[in-house]
Each structure stands twice: as C-alpha cells, then as structure tokens.
C-alpha cells in the first residue's frame, strides 16, 4: 500500500463514487491509495507540469495501475471529457484563488455534477465564494494540522437550489463556524497575529487604506474567536 500523508489520506475519505479526477496530482499518491484502498475503481492523474507529470506515470507503473489510473498532462479540469464519467473531483494542496480559478475556467467539465473535494493551504474564502456561483453546498469543511500547518478541507454537493452564504460565512466557512474546534481558534489566532505583525510596520501617513483593511479583518476575526 502507497504511503500517504494525514492530509491526502483525510481527504480520501470524502471521495464518493466511482471514479475521481485529482487535479495537481503531482506524484498520483491520492489516486493511486484511492483505488488501493478500494474507495474507487478509476482515476485521471492531472498535472499542468512535465515534471510533476513524469512522475505520475512512474509511480503508476510501479504501482502497476496503469490499467486504472490515467495520466493526463494539462491545465485545471481542460483533461476531463465527458466520456469520463467522473464522479469525484479533488484539488488538494494549493492556494484557495487557484483553486478556485481552476473551477471557474473548468465549469463546464463539471456536468456530471461531480462532488467537489477541495484542499487549500490559504484564503479558502476564494473557492467558497466559486462554489457559490456553481450551485455547489459545502456540506462538510474541516480543518487539520500537519507538520506546524493548518490545512482546510472543503467537500462540496451539487444542489440546484441556490444557498447563500452570509460574508462571515464565506470568509470562515459555514460548517467550520458551526462547530468552532481549537484548532479553529488556533488558526484565526495565528492569522490575527500576523495581522498584527504586518500592522506594526505600516506608516499610517501612507498606508491608510491597507491599514482600515488590516482593521476590518481583525474586527471580523474577532468576532468569531
Ligand atoms: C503542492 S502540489 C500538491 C500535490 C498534491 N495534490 C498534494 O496535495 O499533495 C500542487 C500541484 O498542482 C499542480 N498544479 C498547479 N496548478 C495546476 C493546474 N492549473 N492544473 C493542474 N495542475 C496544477 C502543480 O504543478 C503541483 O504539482
């Protein structure tokens, strides 16, 4: 069984159906754990770089899952087709904006109306405000810690009847604010302090309007912690 990681194995457990798109699949890990474990019964590897991608494909052959797992090499969802049937989409280990730029750009590859299973490293507020606009419902966020870093899983349904998000919502996450753990504590605490750090070296003569911005996200995270 390929090693993984608490993160990627976490997100595993949210992969629904038969077949999962990881997107930024860099050595095909997720994928490759996925089928060992039974989760699903095939996968596309994507990856935007040669590198990453080269890698994919060895890991797959020495796993001997070239039957079940294919390697594509391209941007975001462009390597999904229709005759893909996907079931599943993960995106995992990146910023919340590219994440949520991939979405965007690869709406239309969303037609099976996939469960949508995103890992951003920061601003997850950006993928909330992207599943908004494509009828997509959180139905389960959660947050985890690794190696000093906090990490935030989003899993997300198609519902074709719209669901708002109020600001506060999407900025903390609906499900996260409904049951406030410690490490969500932690995790604002720590950003309210680099806040903090960033406010101490900015000339109020200068920088007036960065400095409201720093006031008003200090005043939200407040609010919440
Ligand atoms: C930090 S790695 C994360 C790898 C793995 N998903 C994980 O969570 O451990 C991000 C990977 O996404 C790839 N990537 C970034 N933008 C991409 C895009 N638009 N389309 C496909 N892959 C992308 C990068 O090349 C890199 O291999």
Not at 1 to 18: A, D, E
Not at 160 to 172: G, H, L, R, Y
Not at 174 to 203: C, G, H, M, V
Request: some cysteine; glycine content about 6%.
């Amino acid at each position: 069984m390929i090693p993984l990681n608490q993160r990627l194995k976490k997100v595993s457990t949210y992969i629904q159906g038969h077949c999962l798109a990881d997107i930024g699949s860099d050595h095909a890990y997720l994928p490759i754990y996925a089928i060992e474990s039974n989760i699903i019964d095939t996968a596309i590897a994507g990856e935007v770089i040669k590198g990453p991608f080269d890698a994919s494909i060895r890991n797959v052959q020495d796993y001997e899952l070239s039957h079940k797992i294919d390697v594509r090499l391209g941007d975001g969802l462009t390597i999904i087709t229709p005759e893909d049937h996907i079931s599943s989409v993960s995106i995992c280990g990146m910023g919340g904006p590219l994440i949520a730029k991939i979405l965007c750009e690869g709406a239309e590859k969303l037609a099976d109306k996939p469960r949508l299973i995103l890992q951003s490293n920061i601003q997850s507020s950006a993928i909330r405000e992207q599943l908004l606009k494509l009828n997509y419902t959180i139905v389960e966020e959660e947050l985890l810690e690794e190696k000093g870093h906090i990490y935030e899983i989003l899993v997300a349904d198609y519902n074709k009847d719209f669901e708002s998000m109020t600001n506060q919502e999407i900025k903390f996450g609906p499900k996260l604010l409904q049951n406030k753990t410690s490490l969500f504590y932690k995790k604002w605490e720590r950003e309210r302090d680099a806040l903090f750090k960033i406010k101490r070296n900015l000339n109020p003569n200068v920088h007036t309007e960065r400095l409201r911005e720093i006031d008003e996200d200090i005043h939200s995270i407040n609010e919440v912690i």
